[in-house]
């Protein structure tokens, strides 16, 4: 059985003490034990927040990009999965659809970007989803198998150990509208199928998480879903309540 994951992407929030506030709240969540729960803030507080995570043993971190080098390189403004890793990071995430449309990466630059996460050893979320105009044209599947096949395509089994999707609706994100979970299942579902032609086993393990204006009021139907093992959750993983109403959600 696969376990939950509940994802918090802070994305570009927070002053040190807005994020020391953040912590403190977390750490008086009662978080099921039956859950991985990782949050990923801006890389201004990556440490703060891994200290801090130390004291709420429950709780892991990651970054939200890496670069497409591993190590060391003369790449400026950038860092690489063997820094996250050196700084105690545990996930990075890649692809997301924000970095997708405003900062043009491309499916080949994500791809490089997870192979270069992974064989430091970091664990990634992949994310993936189709805009308002792609579902209108009824290529949802057609864009996030395309997403997908980018990582799907490198070689080496070592790849898709630990390996985690986000499918994101790009409408649904900070939007106020979610996908129902039977739409979210949908999608789900195709992910998976497309991973068993890969490799069923890999497919049975990969958590693939529902990521599009999650919150405390939707998490219980959308994680009921056979194929949705938790959530990539952005703004509401601001809120400490609302985030760990949302992890125990996940826990039932």
């Known amino acids: ?134 579902r209108e044209a009824g290529i949802t599947l057609d864009v996030v198998e395309r997403q997908l096949s980018a990582v799907l395509k490198l070689s080496g089994a070592e790849v898709l150990q630990d390996f985690v999707v986000a499918y994101e609706p790009v409408w649904a994100i900070g939007t106020g509208l979610t996908a129902t979970p039977e739409q979210a299942q949908d999608v789900h579902a195709a992910i998976r199928l497309q991973l068993a032609r890969k490799d069923k086993s890999v497919a049975e393990n990969t958590r693939i998480l529902y990521g599009g204006s999650v919150k405390a009021s939707n998490a219980a139907e959308l994680f009921a879903m056979p194929d949705i093992d938790g959530g990539l959750v952005g703004g509401a993983s601001l809120s400490a309540d609302e985030f760990g109403a949302i992890c125990r959600a996940a826990g039932n």
């Open 1 to 134: 059985m696969r376990r939950p994951l509940v994802a918090g992407n802070w994305k570009m929030n927070g002053t040190r003490a807005s994020v020391a506030e953040l912590l403190e709240g977390l750490q008086r969540q009662s978080l099921p034990l039956g859950v991985d729960i990782a949050v990923f803030p801006s890389l201004l507080h990556l440490d703060a927040v891994i200290a801090g995570a130390k004291e709420k043993g429950v709780l892991s971190v990651g970054a939200q990009t890496s670069a497409t080098e591993p190590e060391f390189a003369a790449l400026t403004g950038e860092v690489s999965a063997r820094q996250l890793i050196d700084l105690g990071c545990e996930w990075v995430l890649v692809g997301h659809s924000e970095r997708r449309l405003m900062l043009g990466e491309t499916d080949d630059l994500v791809g490089r970007k997870y192979l270069a996460a992974r064989s430091c050893g970091l664990k990634v979320v992949l994310c993936v989803g189709e805009t308002l105009e792609e």
